[in-house]
């Protein structure tokens, strides 16, 4: 049972280029989330999916776009990356909405933007 | 605004018990999780309260209070494997979860 895969493990890119992070979960989960981890911070909602065909902004989607064709992917793409966007890319599932139902993460994409 | 607080790290002894506290103001509240993250990996779930009181799971309980924004991760019969980060997040009114920066724990022997 592989739950949530993520690609790549980590990527040093360029500022200004295009970078699409990957993530693939098999538990048949409704709700999909992408989230941004940086030191000192909490973990930040940059875009998510409640089922597939819908996405919604978080906190943070500036310079992010996500789409969701089927209930597996949740792609995350930056358009023309900047520095600032160098941080630890998480990728979450969970089983519908109902409030009591956990989050399951994936392992992280480590991006760096030069 | 949104705001979870936690404190940033806390030590402890092998053996001893600890409690991690988070403290939150948010836009509504669907209820409470706490996470563990080991350096370098991803955030696992540990608990959910949406009720005042303790919940107990093993070595490790957390408890709610709704009416002082008040929440506490008590570990039991540290183990050097618990050392890592505890996050503390709250669901929102947007069914959304808000996260504290996290508590590193550190274990010594």
């Known amino acids: 049972i592989a739950g949530i895969t993520q690609a790549p493990t980590s990527q040093i890119l360029a500022a200004g280029r295009r970078m699409t992070l990957r993530c693939t979960q098999d538990?048949?989960?409704?709700?999909m989330y992408w989230y941004r981890q940086d030191l000192g911070l909490g973990l930040r909602l940059i875009h998510y999916s409640n089922t597939a065909g819908t996405t919604g902004k978080g906190e943070v989607p500036d310079g992010y776009s996500v789409s969701r064709a089927n209930t597996d992917d949740f792609p995350l793409t930056l358009a023309s990356a900047v520095p600032s966007q160098t941080s630890v890319y998480f990728c979450?599932?969970?089983?519908?909405?109902?409030?009591?139902?956990?989050?399951?993460f994936g392992p992280g994409t480590r991006l760096t933007v030069l | 605004g949104q705001n979870i607080d936690q404190p940033t790290e806390m030590t402890a002894t092998e053996g001893a018990i600890v409690q991690i506290n988070c403290t939150y103001q948010t836009s509504g509240f669907n209820g409470l999780f706490w996470y563990q993250q080991h350096a370098g990996e991803a955030p696992t779930f540990l608990s959910y309260?949406?009720l005042d009181g303790l919940e107990e799971k093993g070595r490790f309980s957390s408890f709610l209070s709704r009416s002082k924004g008040y929440s506490y991760l008590l570990l039991k019969e540290l183990q050097m494997k618990d050392s890592a980060s505890y996050l503390c997040a709250v669901k929102d009114s947007n069914y959304q979860l808000i996260w504290g920066a996290g508590t590193k724990l550190i274990i010594k022997p």
């Open positions: 309260n949406v």
């Open positions: 979450a599932s969970s089983d519908g909405l109902a409030v009591a139902n956990e989050q399951f």
């Open positions: 538990m048949r989960h409704n709700a």
